[in-house]
């Protein structure tokens, strides 16, 4: 007798062809997502670590003993890296966003006021404070940054009141890699008696190793706590990332526990319930393998290929950086002081990069609250496996910018044109009443989203000028049509 329907074998050989038609993990094509230390020994490392914890079950510490060893000697790594004495205490996530929901929950619980709780924070600050908001309910109070993506100090310090929970810096933001006046703002912070979050989800484990950086960590007075994530430049897989707090009672408030109920007692620091162990096994063992001179080597040759990537492309007419981007990543954007002939349409470029099979990651114009607008731009995240492919990735951004100069952006009038009048006309009304499943998803065929085929359509840019052109409920609520057709059953 067998259990099996189908032969694991088989099985697995579907899971390999499905894997095959993924974007590639590894080699440096993919400049988002994915951190490559171009190490296979690293991948290895974590493979075996993660198979040894495999059974084990995250949620109790006090039965699998080896998740308290792990997760306490990897909040300990984290500490010493990021500037935390004694007073600071942490916990591994499952990764970025549940570390910032984490600091989010921690501060609205520990905040005393009536009302609700203000989250402050720049407008570039990461999407997971936005659903640590959303989640959680607090008012989002986004402050607007100059065009070089950084926000001032004193635009941050003249909206703190008694009425913020928390305040966030990020070092550096995902969207321009621009690194927040951290140390003003957690001075004025502290003065007021406001937690200030330092999210360095992204920066957290290359920025210790950058030139030239003046504080930006839990060695700033003020600084409450900070996230930093193992599964970006720690190299860890995906489904690990720390959250360090300043002061066990602040931290305190970050657990869940209860005994109200006639099962076990739950005692939870962080928001899941049973967890796998595997990505802290993996991040452990890659923390330990490493070590800091590891982590600073791997930093170092990140460092060489954005300044190179960075040099290029200003050196690409038409395109440039935006702003002083500090860290692994940069935004780029047209550059509007040469001729609109000459110009290089960042979106239309990331589409022409990804057909000399490079994928970078598009991002839509935006328009803050002061009504200042910040530009479209691609995003280039880089690993250390770039430096092995640095030449064959410049001929591409720059063949690619040569295909399209001079090549308009896709305007909102364009995309609106592709569609019946009508619906063209009550898609961009704002009070448009929200949309049913089956009407999102007809208006996802009437765009061309809906061709059943997985994955991204061949061109983004029109997609990105549309995102920018309707109402965000709209396309948000377009978006999750998308994204939730895709994981229904088919046949
Ligand atoms: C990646 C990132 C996050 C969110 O992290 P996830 O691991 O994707 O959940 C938050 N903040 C910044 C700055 C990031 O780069």
């Given at each position: 007798m067998t259990v099996f329907a189908e032969h694991p074998d088989s099985v697995l050989a579907r899971l390999a062809a499905l894997r095959a038609a993924d974007a590639p993990t590894h080699g440096g094509h993919v400049l988002s997502y994915v951190y490559d230390s171009g190490l296979s020994e690293i991948d290895e490392l974590a493979a075996s670590a993660m198979r040894l914890v495999q059974p084990v079950n995250g949620l109790d510490p006090t039965t699998f003993t080896s998740v308290a060893v792990m997760e306490r000697e990897v909040v300990g790594f984290a500490r010493a890296l990021l500037g935390g004495d004694s007073d600071v205490v942490g916990s591994v996530t499952t990764g970025g966003t549940e570390s910032c929901?984490?600091?989010?929950?921690?501060?609205?619980?520990?905040?005393?006021?009536?009302?609700?709780?203000?989250?402050?924070?720049?407008?570039?600050?990461?999407?997971?404070?936005?659903?640590?908001?959303?989640?959680?309910?607090?008012?989002?109070?986004?402050?607007?940054?100059?065009?070089?993506?950084?926000?001032?100090?004193?635009?941050?310090?003249?909206?703190?009141?008694?009425?913020?929970?928390?305040?966030?810096?990020?070092?550096?933001?995902?969207?321009?890699?621009?690194?927040?006046?951290?140390?003003?703002?957690?001075?004025?912070?502290?003065?007021?008696?406001?937690?200030?979050h330092v999210d360095a989800c992204i920066g957290g484990c290359v920025l210790p190793f950058w030139g030239g950086l003046s504080s930006w960590d839990l060695r700033v007075p003020g600084v409450t706590s900070l996230s930093a994530d193992l599964h970006k430049f720690g190299y860890a897989p995906k489904g690990a990332s720390v959250l360090l707090t300043r002061g066990r009672d602040r931290q305190r408030g970050q657990y869940f526990a209860t005994t109200r109920w006639p099962g076990y007692p739950v005692v939870n620091a962080t928001m899941l319930g049973s967890k796998s162990a595997g990505a802290l096994a993996a991040a452990w063992a890659i923390v330990h393998a490493l070590g800091r001179d590891g982590l600073a080597t791997l930093a170092a040759s990140c460092e060489r290929s954005t300044a190179a990537l960075k040099d290029l492309v200003d050196g690409i007419e038409g395109l440039r950086v935006v702003g002083m981007p500090v860290g692994p990543l940069l935004a780029v954007a047209a550059d509007e002081s040469v001729a609109p002939e000459r110009r290089v349409d960042p979106h239309h470029w990331a589409d022409r990069v990804r057909a000399h099979g490079w994928l970078l990651q598009l991002q839509p114009g935006f328009t803050q609250a002061d009504g200042s607008r910040l530009p479209h731009t691609t995003h280039l995240t880089v690993t250390p496996v770039t430096?092995?492919?640095?030449?064959?990735?410049?001929?591409?951004?720059?063949?690619?910018?040569?295909?399209?100069?001079?090549?308009?952006?896709?305007?909102?009038?364009?995309?609106?044109?592709?569609?019946?009048?009508?619906?063209?006309?009550?898609?961009?009304?704002?009070?448009?009443?929200?949309?049913?499943?089956?009407?999102?998803?007809?208006?996802?065929?009437?765009?061309?989203?809906?061709?059943?085929?997985?994955?991204?359509?061949?061109?983004?840019?029109?997609?990105?000028?549309?995102?920018?052109?309707?109402?965000?409920?709209?396309?948000?609520?377009l978006l999750v049509e998308l994204l939730a057709r895709l994981v229904e059953p088919r046949g």
């Amino acid at each position: 007798m067998t259990v099996f329907a189908e032969h694991p074998d088989s099985v697995l050989a579907r899971l390999a062809a499905l894997r095959a038609a993924d974007a590639p993990t590894h080699g440096g094509h993919v400049l988002s997502y994915v951190y490559d230390s171009g190490l296979s020994e690293i991948d290895e490392l974590a493979a075996s670590a993660m198979r040894l914890v495999q059974p084990v079950n995250g949620l109790d510490p006090t039965t699998f003993t080896s998740v308290a060893v792990m997760e306490r000697e990897v909040v300990g790594f984290a500490r010493a890296l990021l500037g935390g004495d004694s007073d600071v205490v942490g916990s591994v996530t499952t990764g970025g966003t549940e570390s910032c929901l984490l600091a989010v929950k921690t501060a609205r619980d520990n905040w005393v006021g009536d009302g609700a709780p203000r989250l402050l924070a720049p407008v570039t600050v990461h999407a997971a404070f936005h659903k640590a908001a959303h989640y959680f309910g607090l008012v989002l109070d986004l402050v607007p940054v100059g065009s070089d993506g950084r926000v001032s100090a004193d635009a941050m310090v003249e909206r703190m009141a008694p009425d913020v929970a928390l305040v966030v810096v990020s070092a550096p933001s995902y969207p321009h890699a621009a690194m927040d006046p951290v140390a003003e703002v957690a001075a004025a912070a502290l003065e007021r008696g406001i937690d200030c979050h330092v999210d360095a989800c992204i920066g957290g484990c290359v920025l210790p190793f950058w030139g030239g950086l003046s504080s930006w960590d839990l060695r700033v007075p003020g600084v409450t706590s900070l996230s930093a994530d193992l599964h970006k430049f720690g190299y860890a897989p995906k489904g690990a990332s720390v959250l360090l707090t300043r002061g066990r009672d602040r931290q305190r408030g970050q657990y869940f526990a209860t005994t109200r109920w006639p099962g076990y007692p739950v005692v939870n620091a962080t928001m899941l319930g049973s967890k796998s162990a595997g990505a802290l096994a993996a991040a452990w063992a890659i923390v330990h393998a490493l070590g800091r001179d590891g982590l600073a080597t791997l930093a170092a040759s990140c460092e060489r290929s954005t300044a190179a990537l960075k040099d290029l492309v200003d050196g690409i007419e038409g395109l440039r950086v935006v702003g002083m981007p500090v860290g692994p990543l940069l935004a780029v954007a047209a550059d509007e002081s040469v001729a609109p002939e000459r110009r290089v349409d960042p979106h239309h470029w990331a589409d022409r990069v990804r057909a000399h099979g490079w994928l970078l990651q598009l991002q839509p114009g935006f328009t803050q609250a002061d009504g200042s607008r910040l530009p479209h731009t691609t995003h280039l995240t880089v690993t250390p496996v770039t430096e092995r492919v640095l030449d064959e990735l410049t001929a591409a951004l720059t063949l690619a910018a040569d295909e399209v100069r001079g090549v308009p952006a896709v305007t909102a009038e364009q995309v609106f044109g592709a569609l019946p009048p009508a619906v063209a006309a009550g898609l961009a009304s704002p009070d448009a009443p929200p949309l049913d499943a089956q009407t999102a998803f007809a208006l996802l065929g009437l765009i061309g989203l809906d061709d059943g085929s997985d994955g991204l359509p061949e061109r983004m840019a029109p997609l990105l000028a549309l995102i920018e052109a309707l109402p965000a409920p709209l396309t948000e609520r377009l978006l999750v049509e998308l994204l939730a057709r895709l994981v229904e059953p088919r046949g």
